[in-house]
């Protein structure tokens, strides 16, 4: 029978949040300590944990046939690589930052400057864009401390919360890309993986939908019924169903997480009680 294979990163939060999903989509992977390459219980597919700087030349070459991999990857070793789903998660952007005690007023500032960076790609193709010239210093690992060695005047790394950027003394300064996980596709993969592919971004589609919403179960008056269903944004129209008290009913729906407090403020107002919040496990549309 055949099987895809999946790049996941080696190790650390990808790793971590890459596993989660496919584990969300039903997936079992027999993992062993230190394994490098690992197989599903109950669906066709191989897992190979790689470097993260490694996989856009792995599916270059149709050694995997698809990768989970942080945009931030792809822009600066595999633009040639096709993306056939936004994750939603391992979300950060790509930086440039200086020290705290340096003014700054602009892009121009950074002229003729030396940028200490792992991801010279991107910040060439910034530089080009904006058209000035710097020197680039290529680091792989820790780029924080190149200012405070006298290395670099500025470097250009990922940022998450900004906390590594504080302990360096640096600050933020301009955002040249934002990046998320993505599930990236080989150029090279065969129908069959083709196939397998469709039956993964199913599964994949199902569980993002539910982690943006959230199931919602109230009790509201009869008389008010009309204005608590106003305010509800659900999938199409909410379930509403008599309760045994007379003059009440029961009302179910969906509400996206982003919206959700608001929302349930002006249900409460509106004369909802008794409301319910329920986890959605899987969401098909």
């Known amino acids: 029978m055949s099987k895809i294979k999946i790049a996941i990163q080696k190790s650390g939060r990808l790793n971590e949040d890459s596993l989660a999903i496919l584990k969300d989509c039903g997936i079992s992977i027999d993992n062993g300590r230190d394994q490098l390459k690992a197989a599903a219980r109950n669906f066709p597919m191989e897992v190979l944990y790689l470097r993260n700087g490694d996989i856009p ?50 892009i121009g500032d950074l002229a003729g400057k030396r940028i200490a960076t792992s991801y010279p790609n991107t910040v060439q193709k910034f530089m080009d864009k904006a058209g000035l010239k710097a020197e680039l210093h290529i680091i792989n690992g820790s780029v924080e401390i ?72 109230m009790n509201a008056p009869n008389d008010k019924l009309d204005t608590v269903i106003k305010l509800l944004p659900g999938m199409r129209s909410p379930t509403v169903l008599p309760l045994a008290e007379e003059g009440w009913s029961s009302v179910h729906t969906v509400i996206n997480k982003d919206t959700f407090w608001e929302v349930l403020d002006q249900l409460k107002k509106a004369g909802a009680e008794g409301i319910l919040v329920c986890p959605i496990e899987k969401m098909i549309l």
């Open 146 to 217: 190149a200012p405070n060695i006298g290395l670099a005047d500025a470097i250009c790394d990922i940022v998450s919360s900004g906390s590594t950027l504080f302990k360096n003394n640096l600050k933020e300064v301009e955002v040249l890309y934002r990046s998320e996980a993505v599930l990236a596709v080989s150029p090279r993969i065969g129908a069959e993986q083709k196939a397998i592919l469709g039956q993964l971004q199913f599964r994949i589609q199902s569980v993002l939908e539910a982690r943006k919403n959230k199931y919602v179960l």
């Open 57 to 106: 030349q792995y599916l270059r070459d149709g050694v995997v046939d698809i990768a989970i991999i942080g945009e931030n990857v792809l822009f600066e070793k595999g633009e040639d690589i096709g993306v056939a789903e936004k994750l939603g998660f391992s979300k950060c952007r790509v930086s440039l930052a200086v020290p705290k005690s340096d003014s700054y007023n602009g």
